[in-house]
Every structure is written in structure tokens, then in C-alpha cells.
């Protein structure tokens, strides 16, 4: 079954902005830099940086990913290596098909192919959690990540500094905000006009959101989703 073959439901936003991250990865640099310009701007984001290591993931936090416009997601060295992350990867991208909101990956200082195809330390960390969880959670943890890496996004080896990245993306939620707000939001599935003239440009100054068609069963996902929790017990990893 493809996107189109799901039905998107309306959902009142809260939130412009979710990020998902690994907080020992960024959260002390970019991120700080990311959220103090994203104020600036007076976008309204939810940021999950209070939350300690073996708290089960909350139904605040669930909500927030649910009235959330755009997803903007960190994908770090370490990102695949918490389970916290992943778990809420697999709410996002839920999200993502059944309420039409956006998923906008970063891929920070890691390569956008290791990420996709789980290799270098997100091959790591999928050893790991092999050990840990069953075939199926497993198998809907990859899905979640592979699924919202190949979306479109940001890849900072591009950009000269953190400054240059962080501004490049600010300037692309508040666009996007703006299509969400005229109800022009894009979700997974949606056909971009002019997109492959905009690819082929390849400008560090312009950068391409989008969404690629992946195989995608919103039955299989809602069940997986719920495996996971109960494999993990609801605990998290969120450093």
C-alpha cells in the first residue's frame, strides 16, 4: 500500500516546530544555535530536553508530536543508538502520513547514506538492538528511519558553518509554516511541482524539501508501533 492509499485526517496544530536529537550530540552546539534562532523568528517549537534517562515516554510528549506542523529531525552520530530517539521516529513518521505534517531531516556531520541504509554507527546500533528487541520492532524501528531519511533535508557537510546551516534552515520553516497556514502543507506522497528542475540546481542556497513515495501500510504501522512499546516497555534512552 502507498501514502495515497491512506486516509489524512485534520489535526489543530500547537507547535510549528518538534526536533527530534540526541542531546549529547547537539544539544550543548547546533542545537542550542537551532532553538535560539527559531525563537528569534518566533517560531513555536517543543523541545523534549527535560526528560532523564529510564522515564517512560510521556503522553505530553506523544501529543506534542501529534500537534506539531514540521518535524525537524537530527540525525547525529548517535542518534540510531537511543531507543527513545527511534521510538519517537516511529510516532513521527506516523504523524507524518496521517495527519499530512512535514518531516524535514538534518543530517549532522553524518553521511545522509549511512543513515538510510543503517551503516557506520547506525549499523552499530542496530546490532545493538537486535539484541534487545524482537524481529518486528526491529524491523519497525528501520522502516521509521529509513523511511524519514529519505526524505529530502539538509546535509551540514554542505554548508560552510553551523551559522550558514542554521539560517538556511530557519528560512525553510518559516515557509513551510507559511504553506501550513494557507493549507498548502505537503505530506508523504505528495507530488512536487518543478521538483526535479530544483534538484538538478544543487545550490548550497537552496535547500530542497521534499518527500520521496516509500512503501508504506498504515495498518502494519499503527501495530508496529504499539509492538515497540510493548517490547521496550514504554522506557526510553533519551540522554
Avoid at 510549528?16 to 534562532?37: K, N, Q, W
Avoid at 528569534?40 to 501529534?66: M, T, W, Y
Avoid at 543503517?118 to 542496530?126: M, P
Amino acid at each position: 500500500m502507498t501514502p495515497s492509499a491512506c486516509s489524512t485526517h485534520t489535526l489543530q496544530s500547537k507547535y510549528d516546530v518538534f526536533v527530534s536529537f540526541r542531546g549529547p550530540d547537539v544539544r550543548e552546539g547546533f542545537l542550542s544555535h537551532l532553538i535560539e534562532a527559531l525563537s528569534l523568528n518566533q517560531i513555536a517549537s517543543f523541545v523534549d530536553d527535560n526528560i532523564p534517562k529510564g522515564h517512560q515516554i510521556s503522553d505530553v510528549l506523544l501529543r506534542a508530536i501529534e500537534v506539531s506542523s514540521i518535524y525537524l529531525i537530527i540525525f547525529s552520530e548517535n542518534y540510531a543508538s537511543s531507543s527513545w530517539c527511534l521510538l519517537e521516529l516511529v510516532k513521527i513518521v506516523e504523524c507524518s502520513e496521517k495527519y499530512g505534517h512535514i518531516l524535514l531531516p538534518i543530517f549532522y556531520k553524518v553521511d545522509p547514506s549511512d543513515v538510510r541504509h543503517q551503516r557506520g554507527s547506525y549499523g552499530e546500533a542496530f546490532v545493538a538492538h537486535e539484541r534487545q528487541y524482537n524481529l518486528t520492532t526491529v524491523q519497525t524501528l528501520k522502516f521509521a528511519l529509513k523511511a524519514s531519511a529519505n526524505v529530502a533535508g539538509f546535509d551540514s557537510s554542505t554548508f560552510r558553518n553551523d551559522a550558514k546551516l542554521v539560517k538556511e534552515i530557519v528560512k525553510s520553516v518559516l515557509n513551510l509554516r507559511h504553506k501550513v497556514n494557507s493549507k498548502e502543507a505537503y505530506g508523504f506522497g505528495t507530488q512536487f511541482p518543478h521538483a526535479e528542475s530544483l534538484l538538478q540546481k544543487k545550490s548550497e542556497n537552496l535547500p530542497v524539501i521534499g518527500c520521496i513515495e516509500v512503501p508504506y501500510s498504515c495498518a502494519a504501522t499503527d501495530e508496529g508501533y504499539a509492538e515497540v512499546f510493548r517490547s521496550s516497555e514504554g522506557t526510553c534512552e533519551h540522554q
